[in-house]
C-alpha cells in the first residue's frame, strides 16, 4: 500500500471544495468524506524484441533514385512497469497510477490499514495477464526499418497489487450534489469522478463485504540450513551459495530448497581464490521451424555461422546444442545478449566439477530465475543469426525453441584492467556492467 499523508478530512473536505469554487461553483460545501484505497494490479518486467529488416543505405552520392537496401537487425528492449485497476463497476477517471509506484514509498498492508475502506479487488490476475503481452508491445520500430521478422518476448513478470489512498468529498451547491476525488499520496491533486451516482454507497458497502486477501509475510533465516553459516548478500540475488559447505539454496514456498549445480574449473595451474564465480544456466537446446528441426552444434552453425568465433572443443561439432544465458542481472541488456550468444556459440567442452573444500569463493548472486531464462531462448537465438543470411533470417519466422535439462553453472572471471574475463574462452565483458551491490568487491 501506498501511506496516506493526507490523514485530516478537514484538509480533503478543504482541498475538494476550494477546487469546486476554482471550477465556478462558489457556494459549494462539503457534507462527507471518505477514506478508501484504491486496488491496482502492477506488472513489472523486461521487454525485449529482436527486429530483422531491412532499410535504405545513406549516402551522398544517391539522387533522385530509390537507394539500394541493405538487411539490418535491432535489439529494441526497455524496462516494463504498468499498473491497470483492480477494480470494476466503478468509474473513478483513473486508468494507471503513472509513476508514483517507482518514485513513492510502498509498505506492506496492514489489516487495519488506518482504518480505510478498501475497495474490493475484483479484475482476476489471469485477465491481467491476458493484457500484459498486449501492453509490453509498445516498443515503437524505427522507421527507418521495414520489418520482415519480429521476435518479442516479455521476461521476468511480477505481478502485485497496490493499494492507493484517496479521499472521495461529496459536495453540494445549489446546482446539485458533486463528487471529488483527493489524492491522498501523491499531495493535494484533486478531480471530478465522472460518474457520482453510486460511488459512495459502494464505498460504505466496502465495510461490510468480505476483506481482501492479505497474504502473511514470512521470515526465512538468512543463513545455510546444512552448516548454520550466514548467506552472502546480493541485494537481487534469489540463488545464495553458501561459502562454508558449498551448497547451493532458493527460496521455494517459503522453505529453503537446494539446487543442484556444477562450477567450471580454471585453467591449469591459475588459482581457485582469484576468479569471480558468475553462475549462468545452461539447457540443451532444439529449434524447431517450417518442418526443420536442429538438435545439434554442427547443423545451428551451417545456419548460423559465428561472425568472430571463439575457441571450441572439436568434438563438440556433433554434440547437442547448449545455451548458455547469464543468471545474473546487467545493466545492459545487449551485455547479457552478447555473453549468452558467444558463449552459445563457443559451446565450452571443459568437464564442470565442483569448488575444493576449504575454498570461500567470491561469486555473484543469480538474479535471473529458470522460467525467466526459458523465456530468452528465442531471444538469444535471434542474437546468434546474422542479418544477412536470408535462410537463417527466414527460420525464426514462426520458430519455437525447446530449453531442457536446465543446470546452474559458476564460470570462472578473472579481473583483466576494466573487464572480467573468462579464462577458457577469453570472453569478457566491461566490471561496470554489473547491476547488483557484491560482497569483497566483486562489483564497485
Same mark, same amino acid.
Given at each position: 500500500m501506498m501511506p496516506a499523508p493526507m490523514v485530516e478530512a478537514s484538509r480533503a473536505s478543504a482541498? &475538494?471544495?476550494?477546487?469546486?469554487?476554482?471550477?465556478?461553483r462558489r457556494n459549494a460545501r462539503a457534507v462527507e468524506t471518505v477514506l478508501f484505497h484504491v486496488p491496482f494490479w502492477r506488472i513489472q518486467g523486461f521487454a525485449f524484441r529482436w527486429v530483422f529488416g531491412q532499410r535504405p543505405m545513406t549516402s551522398e552520392g544517391w539522387t533522385s533514385?530509390?537507394?539500394?537496401?541493405?538487411?539490418?537487425?535491432?535489439?529494441?528492449?526497455?524496462?516494463? %512497469?504498468?499498473?491497470?485497476?483492480?477494480?470494476?463497476?466503478? %468509474?473513478?477517471?483513473?486508468?494507471?497510477?503513472?509513476?508514483?509506484?517507482?518514485?513513492?514509498?510502498l509498505q506492506p498492508l496492514g489489516r487495519s490499514h488506518g482504518g480505510s475502506t478498501l475497495l474490493p479487488l475484483d479484475v482476476p490476475l489471469d485477465q491481467v495477464k491476458a493484457a500484459t503481452q498486449e501492453l509490453s508491445r509498445d516498443l515503437p520500430v524505427p522507421e527507418e526499418i521495414?520489418?520482415?521478422?519480429?521476435?518479442?518476448?516479455?521476461?521476468?513478470?511480477?505481478?502485485?497489487?497496490?493499494y492507493v489512498p484517496f479521499w472521495h468529498v461529496q459536495c453540494r451547491d445549489q446546482g446539485g450534489t458533486h463528487a471529488v476525488l483527493v489524492d491522498a499520496a501523491g499531495g493535494d491533486v484533486a478531480r471530478s469522478i465522472?460518474? $457520482?451516482?453510486?460511488?459512495?454507497p459502494q464505498l460504505l458497502a466496502g465495510h461490510r463485504g468480505p476483506p481482501s486477501p492479505v497474504t502473511e509475510i514470512r521470515f526465512l533465516p538468512f543463513r545455510c540450513p546444512n552448516c548454520g553459516w550466514g548467506f552472502p548478500f546480493h541485494r537481487l540475488s534469489f540463488l545464495h551459495l553458501c561459502r562454508t559447505c558449498h551448497r547451493l539454496w532458493s527460496e521455494r514456498r517459503g522453505e529453503w530448497c537446494e539446487i543442484p549445480y556444477a562450477v567450471v574449473p580454471p585453467?591449469?595451474?591459475?588459482?581457485?581464490?582469484?576468479?569471480?564465480?558468475?553462475? *549462468?544456466?545452461?539447457?540443451?537446446? $532444439?529449434?524447431?521451424?517450417?518442418?526443420?528441426?536442429?538438435?545439434?552444434? $554442427?547443423?545451428?552453425?551451417?545456419?548460423?555461422?559465428?561472425?568472430?568465433?571463439?575457441? &571450441? %572443443?572439436?568434438? &563438440?561439432g556433433g554434440g547437442p546444442i547448449h545455451f548458455y544465458i547469464p543468471a545474473v542481472r546487467l545493466r545492459n541488456p545487449k551485455t547479457l545478449h552478447n555473453l549468452a550468444s558467444r558463449l552459445t556459440f563457443a559451446q565450452p567442452g571443459m568437464a564442470p566439477g565442483a569448488f575444493p573444500q576449504g575454498l570461500s569463493p567470491r561469486s555473484l548472486g543469480g538474479s535471473l530465475s529458470q522460467a525467466d531464462a526459458s523465456e530468452l531462448g528465442p531471444m538469444i537465438l535471434g542474437a546468434l543469426i546474422p542479418p544477412m543470411n536470408r535462410r537463417a533470417v527466414e527460420l525464426l519466422n514462426g520458430c519455437r525453441v525447446e530449453l531442457?535439462?536446465?543446470?546452474?553453472?559458476? *564460470?570462472?572471471?578473472?579481473?583483466a584492467n576494466l573487464y572480467w574475463e573468462e579464462p577458457w574462452t577469453r570472453l569478457a565483458f566491461q566490471r561496470s556492467a554489473l547491476s547488483e551491490e557484491s560482497l569483497d568487491g566483486v562489483s564497485e
Open positions: 482541498r &475538494a471544495v476550494d477546487f469546486l469554487r476554482k471550477s465556478g533514385a530509390p537507394p539500394p537496401m541493405e538487411r539490418v537487425k535491432e535489439l529494441l528492449y526497455r524496462t516494463f %512497469d504498468h499498473t491497470v485497476p483492480g477494480f470494476s463497476g466503478v %468509474d473513478l477517471g483513473l486508468p494507471s497510477m503513472g509513476v508514483r509506484p517507482q518514485v513513492l514509498e521495414r520489418p520482415e521478422v519480429v521476435i518479442h518476448r516479455l521476461v521476468g513478470v511480477k505481478f502485485s497489487v497496490i465522472p460518474h $457520482a451516482v453510486g460511488v459512495l585453467p591449469q595451474g591459475r588459482p581457485w581464490d582469484g576468479p569471480v564465480w558468475i553462475p *549462468f544456466w545452461r539447457f540443451r537446446a $532444439a529449434v524447431e521451424s517450417q518442418g526443420t528441426r536442429l538438435d545439434t552444434v $554442427a547443423e545451428l552453425r551451417r545456419v548460423a555461422p559465428p561472425i568472430h568465433p571463439l575457441p &571450441a %572443443d572439436p568434438k &563438440a531442457s535439462e536446465p543446470m546452474i553453472i559458476y *564460470f570462472p572471471f578473472e579481473q
